[in-house]
């Protein structure tokens, strides 16, 4: 299991060695699956791979699950860098998982407990089964839970409590519940 924001940090090779570029982010499906990562391709590899590089954003490119052979220390690619150019794909941003950072969590009640820090990626199955809350102080005190020194508490929401994710992501439960669902889940 890796958090997303550790999975941005690491660099993308092809299978001949050559860095393409780093993670940026995570192409979630509806089902709450990885479709695909999307690479921050590097200025110099743009032009080898014969891609247009935006003005003054950078060029982002998605590979699909399939086209990856490990995460480890790096995301290692199938394909060697001459094949690359039919292999990725153009950005997503429809389903980028960077969109969910910073929404705001509700509970069934409409009151909202937090907002969405990170999340967790199963690198193995490529699913989501958790998300990060940064919790408000307002909402520590209606989940029941003890103020932390540093009021920088998160909560770790099984992606089986979420009923749907749009402008807002919704819980299943009423902000009073969560104290009770994730009593044995530790809040950092």
Same mark, same amino acid.
């Given at each position: 299991?890796?958090? @997303?924001? +550790? @999975?941005?940090?690491?660099?993308?090779?092809?299978? &001949?060695?050559?860095?393409?570029?780093?993670?940026? =982010?995570?192409?979630?499906?509806?089902?709450?699956?990885?479709?695909?990562?999307?690479?921050?391709?590097?200025?110099?590899?743009?032009?080898?791979?014969?891609?247009?590089?935006?003005?003054? =954003?950078?060029? @982002?490119? +998605?590979?699909?699950? &399939?086209?990856?052979?490990?995460?480890? &220390?790096?995301?290692?690619?199938?394909?060697?860098?001459?094949?690359?150019?039919?292999?990725?794909?153009?950005?997503?941003?429809k389903f980028d998982a960077e969109r969910l950072l910073g929404v705001d969590v509700l509970g069934r009640e409409g009151k909202v407990v937090g907002s969405v820090e990170d999340m967790e990626i199963d690198t193995l199955i490529w699913t989501v089964p958790t998300l990060l809350i940064k919790v408000k102080k307002d909402a520590l005190e209606t989940i029941k839970k003890d103020k932390c020194v540093l009021c920088g508490s998160q909560l770790h929401i099984s992606m089986h409590h979420v009923i749907d994710i749009g402008d807002y992501v919704m819980l299943e439960m009423t902000a009073e519940n969560i104290g009770q669902i994730l009593s044995n889940i530790s809040m950092r």
């Open positions: 299991m890796t958090k @997303l924001s +550790d @999975l941005r940090k690491k660099e993308v090779i092809s299978s &001949d060695g050559h860095i393409i570029g780093t993670v940026h =982010s995570a192409i979630i499906t509806q089902e709450r699956t990885i479709f695909g990562l999307t690479i921050k391709i590097k200025k110099k590899m743009a032009q080898t791979l014969e891609k247009k590089k935006p003005l003054l =954003s950078p060029l @982002l490119l +998605d590979v699909k699950i &399939d086209e990856i052979t490990g995460v480890r &220390d790096k995301v290692v690619l199938h394909h060697p860098l001459k094949e690359l150019g039919t292999q990725l794909l153009p950005h997503n941003t």
